[in-house]
């Protein structure tokens, strides 16, 4: 986890991207971001003295629901906070009917697949 906590306190923007599964965002990256309470702990004892961050997301689901991409959203704004940023909602990419051909098409064009 050193490397982890030493690259986020050196980056200046750090992009998020991950799939959702049941809403929710995978096991993996939630357990990294909840070892990340060590950072919390510095900027609360006002040891982050860093520029201001940014944080951008790029989140994938395979289908669609209201407000599914809100759960992932708010803990990534809450694990920028800790890192004195912020993360950017108006230019995170949110994906979401990847399993349907309407989706695809979203997603491609995003990306820029001209097929």
Not at 18 to 23: G, Q
Not at 73 to 93: A, F, K, Q
Request: a neutral charge; hydrophobic letters at 40%.
């Amino acid at each position: 986890m050193h490397l982890i906590y030493d690259a986020l306190r050196c980056a200046d923007i750090i992009t998020f991207s991950f799939p959702l599964y049941f809403s929710s965002m995978p096991s993996q990256m939630k357990a990294v971001i909840d070892r990340c309470e060590l950072l919390w702990q510095e900027k609360r004892r006002g040891a982050v003295s860093a520029p201001s961050r940014t944080g951008m997301a790029f989140i994938t689901a395979g289908s669609s629901s209201k407000n599914m991409f809100l759960p992932s959203i708010t803990v990534l704004s809450h694990l920028m906070n800790s890192l004195g940023g912020t993360l950017d909602r108006e230019h995170s990419i949110l994906v979401d009917a990847l399993d349907s051909p309407e989706g695809r098409k979203k997603y491609d064009e995003i990306i820029g697949d001209k097929k």
